[in-house]
Every structure is written in C-alpha cells, then in structure tokens.
C-alpha cells in the first residue's frame, strides 16, 4: 500500500448524513484519485486532482466532493446526496497526472449506509 | 468507444501450472497498458505495465505481459502459479484525448489450487 493511508478502514453512516474519507500520501507525488469499487464493477473513477487546488469530475462524481489544500492531502465528502453510498473507496496517488506513471493505492475505506 | 474486456470472471489453476489472465483493449492511439492485483480488503498494488518497446514486459512476483498489437491484447503470464498469486486482477488502458485517465477492466479472479 506505499506511502498512501487512508482512514477509517470502516465507515458506517446513517441515511442523510455526510461523511469524509481520509487519505495522505506523502510519496510527493502531484496527481491524486478517488475511486469507487463495487463487486463486478471493477473501479470507477470519482474525481481527481493533478495539482495542489485544482480537481475535475470524473465518471461519477455526483453526491461526491473533494478539496486538494495541500499536496499530501485529498479528502472525498460523500454527501447525502449519492443515493448509493454503500462502496469500498480506494485513493491513489502518480508521480503527475501523465497516464503513463502507474497509480499507488491505499488500503482503502469500506463505507456502509445503515 | 474505448475499452478494456478481462473476457474471465475466474481463472482456475493448479499449483506449480503457468498462468494466463486475459485482457484485450479498445483504444485510439498508441496504447498504455498496466496489471494490477489486489489482494482481499485490500487496495490495488502495481504489478507492471506497457509503455513502448518490447512487447515482452517483467514485473513484480515473477509476472510477465506480452503486448499483441494486431491482436490489441495484453494478457498477463506467470510460468509457475503459487498460492499466494490467488487475488484478483485488473488490466486498466490510457484513455485517449485530453482525458488521459484509466480505464479499467472488470477484473478477473484467479484461484491458485494447492
């Protein structure tokens, strides 16, 4: 899992409730990911960030938001507008967002909405 | 539309036989291609990838893919499966434009039998 952390590893949230996911990284890298995994589904991308204060929407970032205030730190705001929230949510870091750099993962945060 | 198909859901193999796990892509341009595997309840870990070069690539735990471009395949082989291999794995391709994200495979589960 490198230099990547993300916290808590489990998540329970009640139905209408906002909740932060962690994740830091402090391999220096520039580019920052959020993704959502669901069984059969592989990975889907929920918003990135390429450099400090800058951030884009990926395939589906709605009920989603992030901040990217400093370098080592990309918080995902899952609101109570995602109607499914109930996922396993990896964050990734690259060396800069050129797509020819591999990704790290952190050990991920399972999210449950009671 | 560009893609990525890992055409098995599950990949059986006994201990000690080579591995293959299958991924063919769809893409505009010149191909990036990457492996990862993922352990249970576990993120992503880099395992090799496809730049430019020779169409045989090394990677970590003894893994190898070999690039087929008349083919736009991209298959990972090991000559001797362990155990430990059993996890499931992603092929994930560049997307061409200004996009330049991931896009990934489904993911295929293989199962190292002892």
């Known amino acids: 899992d490198g230099g990547i952390t993300q916290s808590p590893k489990y998540l329970f949230r009640k139905e209408g409730q906002n909740v932060t996911l962690s994740c830091e990284q402090n391999?220096?890298?520039?580019?920052m990911y959020w993704y959502r995994q669901d069984p059969g589904q592989g990975l889907r991308l929920i918003y990135y960030?390429?450099?400090?204060?800058?951030?884009q929407k990926g395939d589906i970032a709605e009920g989603y938001s992030v901040s990217r205030e400093k370098k080592e730190s990309f918080p995902l705001t899952v609101t109570s507008a995602q109607k499914n929230p109930t996922a396993f949510y990896l964050c990734?870091?690259?060396?800069?967002?050129?797509?020819?750099?591999?990704?790290?993962f952190g050990p991920g945060t399972r999210l449950t909405v009671l | 539309a560009q893609s990525v198909a890992q055409p098995e859901d599950q990949v059986n193999v006994a201990e000690g036989n080579p591995l293959t796990v299958k991924c063919t892509y769809s893409?505009?341009?010149?191909?990036?291609l990457f492996w990862y595997v993922q352990y249970p309840n576990r993120g992503l870990q880099f395992l090799l990838k496809?730049?430019?070069?020779d169409n045989l690539v090394k990677g970590s735990y003894g893994f190898e893919a070999e690039f087929n471009k008349s083919q736009t395949s991209f298959h990972l082989k090991k000559p001797s499966a362990l155990v430990s291999d059993s996890a499931l794995y992603f092929c994930?391709?560049?997307?061409?434009?200004?996009?330049?994200?991931?896009?990934w495979g489904l993911g295929t589960s293989l199962a190292v039998n002892p």
């Open positions: 994930a391709v560049r997307r061409a434009g200004n996009n330049r994200k991931l896009i």
């Open positions: 990734a870091s690259s060396i800069d967002g050129t797509s020819f750099n591999e990704q790290f």
């Open positions: 496809y730049i430019t070069g």
């Open positions: 960030s390429q450099i400090v204060n800058d951030f």
């Open positions: 893409v505009s341009g010149n191909p990036y």
């Open positions: 391999l220096n890298h520039d580019a």
